[in-house]
């Protein structure tokens, strides 16, 4: 057997003992940021410092997956006694990424392709303990339909709400909900950056006590 543990959408995860450790977020995003801390624990950021430039022929949801794990195992490398979550999420249309654009110019340039289809948000999230050998990675893809957005539109939203550090370039969680017309996912902070659901999920296989 590997001193690794990997599990990828696998439930439910071994039983473990709570533990005591340093909870790290590997990610600089203030959106992350913001939705671990609604689980009420201390927790620092730290900035992976990962390559995230796509390999080529990379699907979408492998290149989510591989970066996810990428900034988990780079931080924890570093601190090998922490429990540390990292994600990445990248829009999927038709199979072809979309990163953050940005700028406003490669903004527009997104949501004019987009409007009126079906993205997929790839998001993955990775949790990793050099320690005590815990590592799983997973995803939460959310279904998002766009509506046919005018050029219009695309202008008068861009200029308010400036979603240039988004993937995918709309804000979901602001006055980019207005550019949907329907979202499917099994968990609603999945699409903001973070799936808190799965989090809770693999920080408990992780050792990490949660209320």
């Given at each position: 057997?590997?001193?690794?543990?990997?599990?990828?959408?696998t439930l439910p995860f071994p039983h473990r003992?709570?533990?005591?450790?340093?909870?790290?977020?590997?990610?600089?995003?203030?959106?992350?940021r913001e939705l671990l801390e609604r689980l009420g624990l201390p927790f620092e950021v730290v900035a992976p410092g990962v390559d995230e430039t796509p390999l080529p022929a990379e699907t979408p949801r492998d290149l989510a997956l591989r970066l996810a794990l990428a900034k988990a195992r780079a931080v924890a490398r570093a601190h090998p006694q922490a429990?540390?979550?990292?994600?990445?999420?990248?829009?999927?249309l038709a199979?072809?990424?979309?990163?953050?654009?940005?700028?406003?110019?490669?903004?527009?340039?997104?949501?004019?392709?987009m409007r009126g289809q079906t993205v997929v948000f790839q998001t993955a999230?990775?949790?990793?303990c050099e320690a005590s050998g815990f590592e799983s990675v997973d995803l939460a893809p959310v279904r998002v339909v766009f509506r046919d957005l005018s050029d219009a539109e695309i202008e008068r939203y861009?200029?308010?709400?400036?979603p240039y550090d988004c993937a995918g370039s709309a804000r979901s969680e602001g006055l980019g909900i207005a550019l949907l017309d329907r979202i499917d996912s099994d968990d609603p902070t999945a699409l903001i950056g973070l799936p808190l659901i799965r989090t809770c999920q693999?920080?408990?296989a992780a050792g990490v006590e949660l209320p």
């Open positions: 057997m590997s001193d690794t543990e990997t599990t990828e959408s003992p709570p533990l005591h450790r340093l909870l790290i977020l590997g990610s600089t995003s203030r959106y992350r429990v540390v979550i990292g994600s990445d999420q990248v829009a999927d199979g072809q990424p979309l990163g953050k654009p940005g700028n406003h110019e490669r903004a527009v340039e997104q949501l004019r392709r999230l990775a949790v990793v861009l200029r308010i709400e400036q693999m920080l408990r």
